[in-house]
Nanobody, 121 residues
Framework: QVQLVESGGGLVQAGGSLRLSCAAS????????MGWYRQAPGKQRELVAN???????NYADSVKGRFTVSRDNAKNTVYLQMNSLKPEDTAVYYC???????????????WGQGTLVTVSS
């Protein structure tokens, strides 16, 4: 099976930066899309940014110009560079991947455990 492991969350002051990493492991043939969602208390989980297999990126309007998503296909890893952080960015950030398994060659939706990002004023 495919697993996702996130790292890089923590506490940072407003205006600061954090870099999140997510590495996929297991019997992977390919990954069609890989990216990040977040969920704040009392709110629905929302897409933050992702990268599809062609390299095209997508961003939520609230993070455009501040966050950058990148992907290292050789390492099956996706990164989220977060700059100019705001208190509104405080949330649990979840890695997400649409992975094609090497065992069945079928696409499966995979989620990480989540990593907490807290931005203080």
């Amino acid at each position: 099976q495919v697993q996702l492991v996130e790292s890089g969350g923590g506490l940072v002051q407003a205006g600061g930066s954090l870099r999140l990493s997510c590495a996929a492991s297991g019997s992977i043939y390919s990954i069609n899309a890989m990216g990040w969602y977040r969920q704040a208390p009392g709110k629905q989980r929302e897409l933050v940014a992702n990268v599809i297999s062609s390299g095209i990126t997508n961003y939520a309007d609230s993070v455009k110009g501040r966050f950058t998503v990148s992907r290292d296909n050789a390492k099956n890893t996706v990164y989220l560079q977060m700059n100019s952080l705001k208190p509104e960015d405080t949330a649990v950030y979840y890695c997400n991947a649409q992975a094609v398994t090497a065992l069945t060659y079928r696409t499966r939706e995979v989620w990480g455990q989540g990593t907490l990002v807290t931005v203080s004023s």
